[in-house]
């Protein structure tokens, strides 16, 4: 049996296998030894304890746990509610500006806590109430936070991008810096569509309460009150600055940064948020460790499964095939992104990154495709699997916070939002310098 045989056998057998619903890293295991037995014998598996250990002993994964514990302390309070309230006040006299602070509070959020199911789960508890009450279009209401919790995987700091350096072995301050301006540019985009239709609809509301006789309601605050509001946010705000100063400006690392604001973030949620009993912080803390163990066993048996590939000569006959077909860079590119579009509909951004990118990274390079600007593509792609089916991870989280709403009305108000995310990954390949201009401006040209 060839390479690629036991390849499309690997593959066929990881989909059955994922697709029962084993957990992701023991499904991995379990498939790493199934067929390293069956074609090398019992020899090999004495190296799968050397070869865990081995990948969990990088210093770069110490960010993981550090991460998920500031986004934990921040998605376990009202910080959510109280970075849309404020942004809500300063665009309450805007047209449409309800649905924008939603969108620029998910953004912001993002670049709190890294994770974009929180993101989606606190803004949405906070703003999608707010949204109907005024009148918003419930697809719009919806989808705009759906699709806006996605950023989180993008907007530094990101788990997505960490797991993306280690497994490629690019620089993880380069991959932060990479996602900064396509993050504001989808920020951007999803608030001018929001504009337009959210303004559409408040003259719709206009025109029915003229009809009938009564004052359109519109809501005023003061300059006071607005100034209230940013100063509950504003700690959260200086993590976010103090995150970019230390890792962009070269005072530290990006493990020290995470520890520094993994530290800060919860000194705030005890000192605002008076999150100050054991139950308070154990809730924080399990969190923590319930995701970070989650992860390493994923990267730990990720490890092994391309330990297996390698050594059954799997992935570097796939990368050759890949190489030999002789497809034009962009037909190829064009190819792996709807690859991964599919994969992201089924499988998490943390599996996918780790599975296939031991297998793409030479072929992306032996296609003059730049790694730090491939990472940004591929984020973006998987922000659409975020929120599409079967397993669109952020659409389940908004159900559960409107249960009232219909998981249909949820996943037709994130469509656009999705054609969206296909127009800047179309940008980006058109406009490669959006990606890397920040970084090699930061940190210098990478060679």
Known sequence: MSELQIGGLILLATLIVLFSGLPIAWGLTLISVGFLVAFEGAAPLANIPIVMMDELASFALLTIPLF????????????????????HRWLARVPGGLV?????????????????????????????????????????????VCAGGTLGILIPP???????????????????LAGVIPGIMLVLMFAAYAWLV??????????????????????RYTFAEKMDGLGRVAPFILIVIMIAYAMYGGIATPSEVAAISAALALALVVVIYKARTRQDQWKIFRETVRE????????????????MMSLLYVTQSAAQWLVDLGLNRWVLMAAINVFLLVAGMFLPPVAIILMVMPILTPVLEANNFDLIWFAVILTINME?????????????????VVPDVSLKDILIGSMPFVFLM??????????????????????GAAH
Request: charged share 10%.
């Open 422 to 443: 296909f127009a800047s990954m179309f940008i980006l390949a058109v406009f490669p310098d959006l990606a890397l201009w920040l970084p090699n401006q930061m940190m």
């Open 68 to 87: 998920i514990l500031l986004g934990a302390a921040i998605g376990g309070t009202n910080a959510g509610r109280d970075i849309y309230e404020s942004l």
């Open 158 to 176: 990101s788990i997505t991008m960490i797991l993306y350096g280690i497994s490629t072995e690019t620089s993880i301050g380069r991959l932060f």
């Open 292 to 307: 970070s163990t989650m992860i390493l066993m994923i990267i730990a048996a990720a490890a092994v499964f391309s330990y």
């Open 198 to 219: 959210s303004l559409v609809a408040e003259r719709k509301l206009q025109a029915a309460h003229a009809l009938a006789n009564r004052e359109f309601e519109s809501i």
């Open 100 to 144: 924008i602070a939603n969108i620029l509070a998910c953004g912001l959020f993002s670049a709190i806590s890294g994770s974009s199911p929180a993101t989606a789960a606190a803004i949405g508890k906070a703003g999608v109430p707010e949204m109907r009450r005024r009148g918003i279009p419930i697809r719009l209401a919806t989808g705009s």
């Open 384 to 400: 659409i699997g975020l929120i599409t089916p079967p397993v669109g991870l952020n659409l389940y989280v908004l159900k559960g």
